[in-house]
């Protein structure tokens, strides 16, 4: 069964660096999404993207936050300069489509950890 | 604006027991509801969806819920527990493209 697949599966950084999270979508999607859960919270939506642009952003999307799709297969979340509380859990998420009823297949997540 | 409420952060049931996690909505349109689960270490799961077609939706792993209008609920069951059901799940509504989720409901099953 195809899966979302993320990369890597735990990141360290020092605050202020930037780090890239990477993400391949189910191949034949094209509607990509990710959220984040801040430990012992609620999973959070940031972005969803479509036909290269950015469709939806959520206020937690600030200018520090920007995605990508380099290719065909990749799809890519950066954060320029990382705070303490951008530690949490990325899950980068895709769909076929955007109707209502889609629904959304999520990854294994990006464990980040901001010292 | 639209939003899901669960009730009751953690729920221990034994083997064998019914499953009940509570899931309210709150949305002036018709909504578009889920379930997923996160079993630990993982990512989130589809367990079900309610798109309007039936008010009782059956998922996978022996779970269902039904959708109940004048209750505003779509509330998870599952007849009889088993431990490899001890997960987090989550009830989201789906606005314009992102899912908006609830809090989790951590399910303990004991033996």
């Known amino acids: 069964e195809p899966e979302v697949t993320q990369t890597p599966s735990h990141q360290v950084t020092q605050m202020g660096q930037e780090v890239i999270l990477r993400c391949v979508p189910i191949?034949?999607?094209?509607?990509f999404y990710w959220y984040r859960q801040i430990l012992g919270q609620k999973v959070e939506f940031l972005v969803s993207?479509?036909?290269?642009?950015?469709?939806?952003k959520s206020e937690i999307f600030d200018d520090q936050f920007s995605v990508e799709r380099p290719d065909g297969s990749n799809f890519t979340l950066k954060i320029r300069s990382t705070k303490l509380e951008d530690s949490a859990m990325y899950f980068c998420?895709?769909?076929?489509?955007?109707?209502?009823?889609?629904?959304?297949?999520f990854g294994p997540g990006t464990r980040l950890l901001v010292l | 604006a639209q939003s899901v409420t669960q009730l009751g952060s953690h729920v221990s049931v034994s083997e064998g027991a019914l499953v009940l996690l509570r899931c309210n909505y709150s949305?002036?349109?018709?909504?578009?509801l889920f379930w997923y689960v996160q079993y630990p270490n993982q990512g989130l799961q589809l367990l079900l969806k309610?798109?309007?077609?039936?008010?009782l939706v059956k998922g996978i792993n022996g779970f269902e819920a039904e959708f109940k209008k004048s209750e505003t609920s779509f509330h998870l069951t599952k007849p009889s527990a088993h431990m490899s059901d001890a997960a987090e799940y989550f009830c989201?509504?789906?606005?314009?493209?992102?899912?908006?989720f609830g809090t989790g409901t951590r399910l303990q099953v004991f033996p």
């Open positions: 191949s034949n999607h094209l509607y």
């Open positions: 989201a509504v789906k606005v314009t493209d992102k899912l908006i």
């Open positions: 993207f479509y036909n290269n642009e950015i469709s939806e």
């Open positions: 949305s002036s349109v018709p909504p578009y």
């Open positions: 309610y798109t309007s077609a039936a008010t």
């Open positions: 998420a895709s769909s076929e489509s955007g109707a209502f009823q889609e629904t959304q297949y």
